[in-house]
Nanobody, 124 residues
Framework: QVQLVESGGGLVQAGGSLRLSCAASGLTLSWYSMGWFRQAPGKEREFVGRISRSGGTTLYADSVKGRFTISRDNAKKTVYLQMNSLKPEDTAVYYC?????????????????WGQGTQVTVSS
């Protein structure tokens, strides 16, 4: 079956960096656009960014633009989220998700598969 497994979360001080990974199995990763979302306590799930099937196009939320970078290695079936200049407001559970549709979307409902999430905590 399809599995997306996030890793790399943890506790970091404000201004620091983390790199999240999303390892995919049970699917052909190159057939899917991949997105990253996050959810803070008491808040709705929020779009962070996404990357096209080939990796040639990315889209980011305004709140992370210029600080976060999404990349992918289809041969390794892994997607990455590099997070720099982290802020306390970036604290959340981060999820990766796979979207089989050809049109890029920032809507969580459009994604077919989800990982279990990894906690990122940024201290001030």
């Amino acid at each position: 079956q399809v599995q997306l497994v996030e890793s790399g979360g943890g506790l970091v001080q404000a201004g620091g960096s983390l790199r999240l990974s999303c390892a995919a199995s049970g699917l052909t990763l190159s057939w899917y656009s991949m997105g990253w979302f996050r959810q803070a306590p008491g808040k709705e799930r929020e779009f962070v960014g996404r990357i096209s099937r080939s990796g040639g196009t990315t889209l980011y939320a305004d709140s992370v633009k210029g600080r976060f970078t999404i990349s992918r290695d289809n041969a390794k079936k892994t997607v990455y989220l590099q997070m720099n200049s982290l802020k306390p407001e970036d604290t959340a559970v981060y999820y990766c998700a796979a979207d089989s549709r050809p049109v890029q979307s920032s809507r969580a409902d459009d994604y077919d598969y989800w990982g279990q999430g990894t906690q990122v905590t940024v201290s001030s």
